[in-house]
């Protein structure tokens, strides 16, 4: 006989494997299993589609009756797009609901759980909780601030160089990091860099994968005063929607040629000498932008370290040392006096992608 948290990981993985496809819904897993044997399992494949409860069920039919359902996060008790599952579960006659984690939701927040203890149905909450959230760490984020969540990514030599002095960095990391970056592009719903990568380097910014169609995530420039060629490749908008955010004080005619590309023109407040990065992440949210990959430069990544809006890393580390007293960092900005000035992370995660190291850490909090 498993144990809970085995039939508990077995949700997990099902939620995972639609990571980057349910936005801005989260992923979520479900395992129905009696008398030791699994009968029913589901997942939320894409918003606006049935809940992974809801494929369990299908699934398991009448063996559903008598049951346990193991659910990642808590049944929703409010009408969306879909009806909510937690009447669903209701119906069915399961005995016991073994749930991962409370749902942020306000609309939710606990009363799919209630619900369902008032229908006399066993309820136990917390099973691999921890995974559960990290697992939906993006919702909830995006419940508790209204704002995407946030991802800088960066990829730098051993003696942490981004660049060199001239702005040469093709190719810092190999080939399988390089197509992990595309992997994460497919997950998150936005790049963003600022205009200076795009004059620099003309990047695509699409994702580039050869065993699937991945998912073109919406381009993002911040440029405050429409310095954007026109010619750039993120103004072909065939492939994928782009964004310019952009100061209110700018020319309206300018504004005119970007949107005749068929560009999106937002328009934010400006802050100190930059936009105001609050401002265009509450517009970005509004856009139904969840979350957002960062792969700017040196100014770019600063901006968003010193307004404490950067919510998780990815930092491709590659064998090799430049050196340099003017090769490029991954962040610039204001010179600090002392390390107490320095930024505290916690590295969460070490993996190595062909030579490299790849390491996943967040701000301490």
């Not at 579960?89 to 306000?106: G, I, L, Q």
């Amino acid at each position: 006989m498993k144990t809970d948290e085995e039939y508990m990981k077995l949700a997990l993985d099902l939620a995972a494997s639609a990571k980057g496809n349910t936005n801005p819904n989260p992923v979520v897993g479900a395992v129905i299993v009696k008398n030791g044997v699994i009968v029913g399992t589901g997942l939320h494949r894409k918003a606006g589609e049935p809940h992974a409860e809801v494929h369990a069920f299908n699934m398991a039919q009448q063996h559903a009756e008598g049951s346990t359902l193991y659910v990642t996060l808590e049944p929703c008790s409010h009408y969306g797009k879909t009806p909510p599952c937690a009447n669903l579960v209701k119906e069915s006659k399961v005995s016991r609901v073994v749930v991962a984690t409370r749902d942020p939701n306000p609309e939710v927040a606990g009363r799919g759980i209630q619900l369902l203890r008032d229908a006399g149905i066993q309820v136990d909450v917390g099973i691999l909780e921890k995974e559960a959230q990290k697992l939906n760490e993006r919702f909830i984020h995006n419940m508790l601030t209204k704002r995407p969540f946030v991802i800088s990514k960066f990829a730098m030599t051993l003696d942490g160089k981004l660049a060199t002095y001239n702005g040469h960095s093709k190719w810092i990391t190999g080939e399988v990091s390089r197509k992990d970056v595309h992997t994460l592009r497919n997950e998150v719903d936005g790049i963003l860099v600022g205009v200076g990568t795009v004059i620099a380097d003309n990047p695509a910014l699409t994702t580039r994968l050869t065993e699937l169609d991945g998912k073109n995530p919406t381009r993002i420039i911040l440029d405050s005063s429409l310095r954007t060629p026109l010619d750039a490749q993120v103004l072909q908008t065939e492939e994928a929607e782009t964004i310019i955010v952009t100061s209110k004080e700018v020319d309206s005619n300018r504004v005119k040629e970007y949107e005749s590309k068929g560009a999106k023109v937002l328009f934010v407040s400006k802050k100190n000498s930059g936009l105001d990065l609050e401002e265009v992440l509450s517009e970005l949210y509004q856009q139904g932008l969840t979350d957002i990959l960062v792969e700017g430069g040196g100014a770019i990544n600063s901006a968003f370290l010193n307004a404490g809006l950067i919510d998780k890393y990815y930092i491709y580390i590659a064998p090799k040392v430049l050196g340099g007293k003017e090769s490029i960092t991954p962040f610039t900005g204001e010179n600090p006096e002392s390390m107490d000035a320095a930024k505290q992370l916690y590295f969460d995660e070490f993996q190595k992608f062909g030579d490299d190291l790849r390491i996943i850490a967040y701000p301490k909090k």
